[in-house]
């Protein structure tokens, strides 16, 4: 008798026993943190005694849990992984978010980014970098404004039919904000005109950083800059990319916008590390919050590269941290090869590699500023640290939060 296999049913089955599965490992892995969970209920209790307490104690804790639930949750990376696969089968080029400006898109040349939203503060913000700007030229400190480039480029975005980001409008509208107010600028979006074309990529196929050879040729650019407008001496053949040797580490880095959709969605990146092959010297110190100061003495490779983060594992290692540690509050770096200015940058994540490539050239000291976590004050710490050139570079998703561009 010849058995009639219904492939629906085969696939409801087998979909339903990976569903339980993972559910029953979650269930075991909650009851692995059980300990966890029993402290967290008792900080909640505290002293109290009585049912309300208890009650109140235990909603609160599940309320936590909940929240965090994300935290528990088994094989989360396989169904992440699994979805993604999932949507590039179907040839899904928007995976949607609840948050629109976390909505994954991948660009005509198969890299995934995020977009952004029109920004309609941007002369308020402007008026608060003019506002800094002259409060600094009272000391006789010029300040300059930065505009690094997004993934997505003015003349050919490389988006999805239905698709619109306004990165470039704002930056756009954000300078001539400025250019209004007196504020000087450097953009440094032209440079990379080859991005959506899929000729010399100018950032990580899965991350929204930009590659740390782009982030040379962006120093070498703003070197340029400083030498011929703010009286700087710098040495430009020290970032030229001959100068520098590459090691090339092979499919470790799932950026932060391919961990949403996973590793088979676009694939992942290969990692390159770029070192100066010649002699380098500075003692710098790394400051995070809530998290003792780092201080290290050496060449460029001992002090400004954190190799703990060249490793393949592509959800809990962020590579791009290989540089300058990830960032943090603040970093000051001095350099004792090169003599030279002080230079003071209130940057993003992107300033960290800009940063780290231009104090090679620069030379003296360089301290960068992260206004999202420095807790104290920017004004304070110029009086205290003298620096001779205040530069302020974001990339345009900056132009989303208030805190980039509040200097009190």
């Known amino acids: 008798m010849k058995v009639k296999i219904n492939r629906q049913i085969i696939t409801a089955v087998l979909f339903s026993a990976f569903i339980f599965t993972g559910l029953f490992a979650t269930c075991c892995k909650a009851l692995n943190d059980s300990e966890r969970f029993a402290d967290l209920y008792s900080a909640y ?58 909505k994954v898109v991948k660009l005509d040349n198969g890299a995934l980014t995020y977009v952004t939203q029109k920004e309609n503060d941007l002369p308020e913000k402007a008026a608060n970098v003019a506002e800094f700007k002259n409060s600094l030229a009272e ?6 404004y930065v505009q690094c480039p997004f993934k997505v480029q003015k003349n050919n975005p490389g988006l999805p039919c239905g698709v619109s980001d306004y990165s470039n409008e704002n930056a756009d509208n954000f300078i001539a904000e400025l250019k209004k107010r007196g504020v000087d600028s450097l953009d440094l979006r032209d440079l990379f005109p080859g991005e959506q074309a899929g000729k010399n990529p100018a950032f990580f196929k ?55 959709v996973g590793r088979y969605y676009a ?89 780290l490539f231009l104090s090679l050239a620069a030379g003296g000291e360089i301290t960068m500023i992260d206004l999202r976590y420095h807790t104290g004050s920017v004004k304070e710490y110029i009086e205290e640290f003298k620096p001779d050139l205040v530069l302020i570079a974001y990339c345009p998703t900056a132009f989303k939060q208030q805190y980039f561009f509040t200097f009190r």
């Open 45 to 102: 209790l505290g002293e109290g005694k009585t049912f309300p307490s208890k009650a109140k104690a235990a909603v609160l804790t599940a309320y936590e849990s909940l929240h965090n639930i994300n935290d528990i949750i088994a094989f989360k990376e396989n169904y992440i992984n699994l979805f993604g696969l999932v949507q590039r089968v179907n040839g899904v080029r928007c995976v949607f978010e609840e948050d629109p400006e976390l």
């Open 139 to 144: 000391k006789g400190i010029p300040l300059m």
């Open 206 to 260: 899965t991350d929204h950083h930009w590659l740390p050879q782009t982030a040379l040729l962006a120093a070498g650019e703003l070197g340029k800059k400083l030498n011929t407008a703010y009286g700087f001496n710098m040495d430009l053949n020290l970032l030229e990319a001959e100068k520098f040797k590459t090691e090339t580490h092979e499919d470790i880095f799932l950026g932060s916008i391919g961990r949403r």
């Open 267 to 355: 694939g992942t990146d290969d990692f390159p590390l770029i070192l100066p092959e010649y002699d380098t010297h500075f003692s710098c110190e790394f400051i995070k919050k809530d998290t003792p100061a780092i201080k290290r003495t050496g060449s460029f490779e001992e002090v400004w590269i954190f190799r703990e983060h060249l490793k393949k594992d592509y959800f809990n290692v962020n590579s791009y941290a290989v540089y300058a540690g990830g960032g943090g509050s603040l970093i000051h770096c001095r350099s004792h090869k090169i003599p030279g200015k002080k230079i003071l940058m209130l940057r993003d994540s992107f300033g960290d590699t800009l940063g």
